[in-house]
């Protein structure tokens, strides 16, 4: 069984930071992608920042220059970091894992910015 804990949230400044964490356990063999989503009260859920097995990543372009996605992979553990944050980047952030014909999902995490 494939579990994500993910850590890392909480209460922030505009123009704060801070840094998620989702570290994977479980038989995983082949990892297609990791990233993080996010989704705020009355929204659906959205891609924030992703990186495939090879190394490439993606970004939303509300985050573009702001967030910065990495990945550790001894630890098979993904991270986020996030600078400049803005009010509405509150949400619950989710990890996914991608391997192949599954995906997984981490519990969520709180990030309020306040202004």
């Known amino acids: 069984q494939v579990q994500l804990v993910e850590s890392g949230g909480g209460l922030v400044q505009a123009g704060g930071s801070l840094r998620l964490s989702c570290a994977a356990s479980g038989l995983i063999f082949k990892i297609n992608e990791m990233g993080w989503y996010r989704q705020a009260p009355g929204k659906q859920r959205e891609l924030v920042a992703a990186i495939t097995g090879g190394g490439s990543t993606n970004y939303a372009d509300s985050v573009k220059g702001r967030f910065t996605i990495s990945r550790d992979n001894a630890k098979i553990t993904v991270y986020l970091q996030m600078n400049s944050l803005k009010p509405e980047d509150t949400a619950v952030y989710y990890c996914?894992?991608?391997?192949?014909?599954?995906?997984?999902w981490g519990q969520g995490t709180q990030v309020t910015v306040s202004h």
């Open positions: 996914k894992l991608g391997v192949p014909g599954s995906d997984y």
